[in-house]
Nanobody, 115 residues
Framework: QVQLVESGGGLVQPGGSLRLSCAAS????????MAWYRQAPGKQRELVAL???????NYADSVKGRVTISRDNAKNTVYLQMNSLKPEDTAVYYCNARVDGRMWWGQGTQVTVSS
């Protein structure tokens, strides 16, 4: 079984930065595709960014140039560095792990961008 625990969310002003972290338990982290999704009130959950086991990355168009996903396999942790945050980035951010057809989700962390 895999457990994902997110941290780093909070309230930030427009233009500010946050770094989200997701710590994973279990031995599958190094071979997993790790991703961050977000879900705003009244909207569907959407992919923000993903990183493969060989550190290939993909980003949603809405965050390109402002967000960087990275992973530290030694710490079983994936990060999401978010800069130049906008009010429309407000959402619950979820960590996701995928390997061999299986998928796990974290409990989510709230990010609120407001003045």
């Amino acid at each position: 079984q895999v457990q994902l625990v997110e941290s780093g969310g909070g309230l930030v002003q427009p233009g500010g930065s946050l770094r989200l972290s997701c710590a994973a338990s279990g031995s599958i982290f190094g071979s997993s595709i790790m991703a961050w999704y977000r879900q705003a009130p009244g909207k569907q959950r959407e992919l923000v960014a993903l990183i493969t086991s060989v550190r290939g990355t993909n980003y949603a168009d809405s965050v390109k140039g402002r967000v960087t996903i990275s992973r530290d396999n030694a710490k079983n942790t994936v990060y999401l560095q978010m800069n130049s945050l906008k009010p429309e980035d407000t959402a619950v951010y979820y960590c996701n792990a995928r390997v061999d057809g299986r998928m796990w989700w974290g409990q989510g962390t709230q990010v609120t961008v407001s003045s």
